[in-house]
Nanobody, 119 residues
């Protein structure tokens, strides 16, 4: 089963930066056709979409202007550059890859990477 692997979380300070990364080693050439989404889930809260990249790029209003999602199809990676961090960004960040056609449906997840922002 194809898995996604997140890394690059950790402890950051308010106003600082972190850059989590997601790699999808099992997709190869087909990675470029996937929509890749970063979600996050804070303690006691529902999982929420942070940013996505596919045919278009979208951001949650709470991160727009602070976070940037980028992908490297040759390396099958999607990074999330997080700037101007604040404690409300503390959460487990998950990577999700999706594709749907008449013949195949893909919905793969990583196990998450913890991001903790201190005030």
């Amino acid at each position: 089963q194809v898995q996604l692997v997140e890394s690059g979380g950790g402890l950051g300070q308010s106003g600082g930066s972190l850059r989590p990364s997601c790699v999808a080693p099992g997709f190869g050439f087909t990675f470029r056709y996937l929509t890749v989404i970063w979600y996050r889930q804070a303690p006691g809260k529902e999982r929420e979409l942070v940013a996505s990249t596919g045919q278009s790029t979208t951001y949650a209003s709470s991160v727009k202007g602070r976070f940037t999602i980028s992908r490297d199809n040759a390396k099958s990676t999607v990074d999330l550059q997080m700037n101007s961090l604040n404690p409300e960004d503390t959460a487990v960040y998950y990577c999700n890859a999706q594709f749907r056609s008449s013949f195949v449906t893909i919905n793969a997840w990583g196990r998450g990477t913890q991001v903790t922002v201190s005030s």
